[in-house]
Structure formats: structure tokens, C-alpha cells
């Protein structure tokens, strides 16, 4: 399964951006989905996830309040929306697709497939 995330850019602090995830000719719409992003020199960390049916959503604490994750099933769509960025969201962000249950939804090792990453960057 292939994975095509879209939508990162250059923000102002303050600003707002929404990122886009697709598996074109695939469904992702059985699936949990992630996010997950890796800053310059640190490691992938863990921002959302939701459910396949999108009836469950978690947050990493640094992005609680700001960031929120939504699915089209129909569309085979999950998107990240991002409001009120601050320098130290920039980061390259990954959306991936879990197979197994809902358990170790943080852990990236438990995500088979992902996308190409999209760069985010936020001037202060």
C-alpha cells in the first residue's frame, strides 16, 4: 500500500495548515491511521491517530488543542489539520496505516505502511 501525504508548506507562527492522506487505489478506509513527524536531528515522534471508523482520535500532548485528525471513508482520505503552528512544529510529517488493533497506537514500529512525508516549516 502505497500512501501519498500532501499539503506541508512554509507558515508563519500562528498560521494553520491541513495535510492530506490518500492511498490512491487503495482503501485506507478499514484502517487505523497515524501521524507522525521527525524534526532535523531528533527522532519520529508520535502526533494523532484515529480509528478506522474516525469515532476515536488521540494526541500527543505537544499538539493537544491545535491539531486534529479527520477521515473520509469515502474519499479514502485522512487529513491532519494543523491551527495555530509554532517554530517547533517544523518537521517532516508521515501519515501511516496500522493494521493490527488499536493497542501501541504511539509506537511508529507498529505501522506497516507509510507515506513519503511532507515538510512543514514554521517561522517564528
Known amino acids: 500500500v502505497q500512501l501519498q501525504a500532501s499539503g506541508g508548506g512554509l507558515v508563519q507562527a500562528g498560521g494553520s495548515l491541513r495535510l492530506s492522506c490518500a492511498a490512491p487505489?487503495?482503501?485506507?478506509?478499514?484502517?487505523?491511521m497515524g501521524w507522525f513527524r521527525q524534526a532535523p536531528g531528533k527522532e519520529r515522534e508520535f502526533v494523532g491517530f484515529?480509528?478506522?471508523?474516525?469515532?476515536?482520535?488521540f494526541y500527543a500532548d505537544s499538539v493537544k488543542g491545535r491539531f486534529t485528525i479527520s477521515r473520509d471513508n469515502a474519499k479514502t482520505t485522512v487529513y491532519l489539520q494543523m491551527n495555530n503552528l509554532k517554530p517547533e512544529d517544523t518537521a517532516v510529517y508521515y501519515c501511516?496505516?496500522?493494521?493490527?488493533?488499536?493497542?501501541?497506537?504511539?509506537?511508529?514500529?507498529?505501522?506497516?505502511?507509510w507515506g513519503q512525508g511532507t515538510e512543514v516549516t514554521v517561522s517564528s
Open positions: 487505489g487503495r482503501t485506507v478506509s478499514s484502517r487505523h
Open positions: 501511516a496505516m496500522k493494521v493490527g488493533g488499536m493497542y501501541s497506537y504511539t509506537d511508529w514500529a507498529q505501522y506497516t505502511y
Open positions: 484515529v480509528s478506522w471508523t474516525g469515532g476515536s482520535t
